[in-house]
């Protein structure tokens, strides 16, 4: 596609309640990337694949979340039990190669907005 | 620990030159990122340090000091429409600064 992009735009939900956000990145990069932003401060690093294995998710914060790229392109987070704690907005961006070393630019999408009632 | 370190809030008159700095700590340095964000839109990439020295990108340019741990975003001809947040970030341990609040008066 064009650039890369993310589905909903704004989701709202209830405390303890599961979502899906769903990432789309730009045709043929490999490497995918999910990060928390909350206002006022930068991304968060979350988790990070090289085509369809999770290269490093070590920023995932707790056990309640979980992505996956079955066939290293699109790529679904998932939050379980949702808390309040968790709104905030999860940004995804793709780059065209898959170390994390690399200098290649890392392109944003949009974001998705979710708020945790 | 991993940090960066950035000035919140930036102000500058249009035209003018202003200067964002950006101080790390972290093992696994690669090179020095930066992004632009503008309120409620996604960081774009702006400008990347590999090595020591200074990279120009039109009105943009970008310094890196290994051995100071340093680094800035030099922004030059400042337009309304620089008015963003800028973040440095660290390539190879995807560690972003806190981000600083860039702000262009008339």
């Known amino acids: 596609g064009a650039g890369v992009s993310q589905t909903p735009s704004n989701k709202v939900t209830e405390k303890g309640k599961y979502v899906e956000l769903r990432c789309d990145p730009i045709?043929?990069?490999?490497?995918l990337y999910w990060y928390r932003q909350s206002l006022g401060q930068g991304p968060e690093f979350l988790i990070y694949?090289?085509?369809?294995?999770?290269?490093?998710d070590s920023g995932l914060p707790n056990d309640r979340f979980f992505a996956v790229r079955p066939e290293g392109s699109v790529s679904t987070l998932k939050i379980q039990r949702t808390e309040r704690g968790d709104s905030a907005m999860y940004l995804c961006?793709?780059?065209?190669?898959?170390?994390?070393?690399?200098?290649?630019?890392?392109?944003f999408g949009p974001g998705t907005r979710l708020t945790v009632l | 620990g991993q940090s960066l370190e950035q000035p919140s809030e930036v102000t500058a008159v249009e035209g003018a030159i202003v200067q964002i700095n950006c101080t790390y700590q972290?093992?696994?340095?690669?090179?020095l990122s930066w992004y632009q964000q503008h309120d409620g839109g996604a960081p774009t990439f702006l400008s990347y340090?590999?090595?020591?020295g200074l990279e120009e990108t039109g009105r943009f340019s970008s310094f890196l000091s290994r051995s100071d741990s340093y680094g800035y975003l030099l922004l030059q001809e400042l337009q309304m429409k620089d008015s963003a947040s800028y973040f440095c970030?660290?390539?190879?341990?995807?560690?972003f600064g806190q981000g600083t609040t860039l702000q262009v008066k008339p």
């Open positions: 694949f090289q085509g369809t294995g999770a290269a490093d």
């Open positions: 961006a793709s780059s065209l190669t898959a170390t994390k070393s690399s200098t290649d630019t890392q392109y």
């Open positions: 340090n590999a090595l020591d």
């Open positions: 972290t093992s696994g340095f690669y090179g």
């Open positions: 970030a660290v390539v190879g341990k995807l560690i």
């Open positions: 045709s043929g990069h490999t490497a």
